[in-house]
């Protein structure tokens, strides 16, 4: 049997999972993304021997075939909607909430009855602000923002590509990104903005390697201005030369654009920043950093201010240690992950494409199993109970921490082998 055939055929398996997910609703769901994430485990193991063009057409038709569903997972997208349709009748959407009078003529029977939290202005920076502009320009509905940020996804694909040839590595690794099954149930299916985002940080890291120093600043604007995340990778940009950095000139690009990115909300004062300040002081699910703890201080801002700490001292220990930009990216976001109060999903988005160069087998395995998160949907859709169940945090976090220590014993076992196998070699001399 040729080498290609046995990742095909996970491709199809794949796409038959992909295919029933919007059909066979959420508790079945869980079964297909499982099925889809062994083939994609399969696949990734002999992504070596498959075209780099059958993996681009793969990846496209996976997205096909969810791009058309209504999302079952999130309802994020009517709010992308919602703000859309404000723009477009001529309102700053940092005004008012959805729930707002001012908006109530607005108001609609199929979208702005599914905005979670209608209390709460938007949060999404300008650039964001802008694609739901565009994307409610395509279709009035969600598929015109969905296919806005499908095609940004794969852009998002050509440009890992372009970063593996870089570093001189296989293009085919980039499957890790183009058939990941978070990637397409998150982008194609839920319809997430932060393929907008990863785009503007993929560009901002390639055109710095390229020596761009000005324009990869400036696209690093840009991924803030989608999502705030990409603010704090702004220190790997930084060129030094003993403790003095050499673009500091460049380095202003990223405060400039931002600024440049809010200027037509500006007149909304300071109510610009949406949502924000809410989401950063009260919200949280999912993450067992906090969860400890708020069990041992017993006070939420306490914990978030131990995690503010801890975050702040990773990224200045890496700063420190002048870690080369993409590794630095790399660690940034996975302590991220690991610390933030609340994780989504959808926020592992921003790990899977440093995956494709590192590809440490707990993160893989973590990226996967994040998805039992959404098992919390089952009791909220049928008593309208939002409460987080224990095991789901032991399967996600243990599983990081199982797949960890075997690696390291796989990686310890092997040294030890070879150092055998050395031994030996000078016995026999």
């Known amino acids: 049997m040729q080498r290609w055939i046995v990742p095909l055929l996970m491709g199809l398996v794949m796409t038959s999972s992909f295919a029933a997910m919007p059909a066979l609703g959420l508790p079945v769901f869980f079964v297909l993304f499982g099925i889809a994430s062994v ?103 969600i598929l015109g923002i969905k296919v806005l940020l499908a095609c940004a996804d794969l852009i998002a694909g050509w440009l890992i590509v372009c970063l593996l040839r870089h570093f001189e590595q296989r293009t085919q690794w980039v499957l890790i990104y183009f058939w990941h099954p978070l990637v397409i149930v998150e982008i194609a299916g839920n319809g997430h903005i932060e393929s907008l985002g990863i785009v503007a940080l993929l560009a901002a890291v390639y055109l710095f390697l390229k020596g761009r120093d000005y324009i990869a600043l400036s696209a690093l604007g840009g991924a803030v201005l989608v999502k705030f995340l990409p603010l704090v990778f702004l220190p790997y940009f930084v060129r030094w030369k003993g403790w003095l950095p050499t673009n500091w000139s460049a380095l202003l690009m990223v405060p400039c654009v931002v600024l440049l990115g809010y200027l037509p909300y500006a007149w909304a004062g300071a109510s610009v920043l949406g949502s924000l300040g809410t ?151």
């Open 39 to 141: 083939a994609y485990l399969i696949a990734v193991w002999h992504c070596e021997y498959v075209p780099l063009t059958a993996i681009v057409i793969a990846a496209v038709v996976f997205r096909l075939s969810l791009l058309f569903s209504i999302p079952a997972l999130s309802d994020d997208i009517y709010r992308y909607v919602w703000d859309g349709r404000v723009q477009w009748a001529g309102i700053n959407p940092y005004l008012f909430a959805p729930a707002a009078q001012e908006l109530a003529h607005v108001r609609d029977a199929l979208i702005f009855p599914k905005i979670n939290h209608p209390e709460l202005p938007t949060i999404y920076p300008p650039i964001a602000q802008i694609a739901f502009w565009v994307g409610y320009g395509i279709s009035s509905g």
């Open 279 to 429: 989401y950063a002081q009260h919200w949280s699910f999912n993450s067992a950093v906090f969860d400890v703890l708020i069990l041992l201080c017993d006070d939420g801002q306490i914990a978030r201010g131990i995690i503010a700490l801890l975050f702040s001292s990773v990224v200045l220990l890496l700063i420190w240690k002048r870690v080369p930009l993409l590794h630095g990216a790399y660690l940034t976001v996975a302590t991220f992950v690991l610390l933030t109060p609340t994780l989504h999903p959808w926020y592992i988005l921003w790990l899977i494409p440093f995956l494709v160069f590192y590809r440490h087998p707990p993160w893989i395995a973590f990226s996967l199993l994040v998805v039992l998160s959404y098992h919390i949907l089952i009791q909220y859709q049928a008593r309208g109970v939002w409460e987080e169940a224990a095991w789901v945090q032991w399967v996600e976090y243990g599983g990081l921490i199982l797949v960890g220590l075997s690696s390291l014993l796989f990686k310890r076992t092997e040294i030890l082998t070879k150092i055998g196998r050395f031994f030996n070699i000078h016995r026999l001399i």
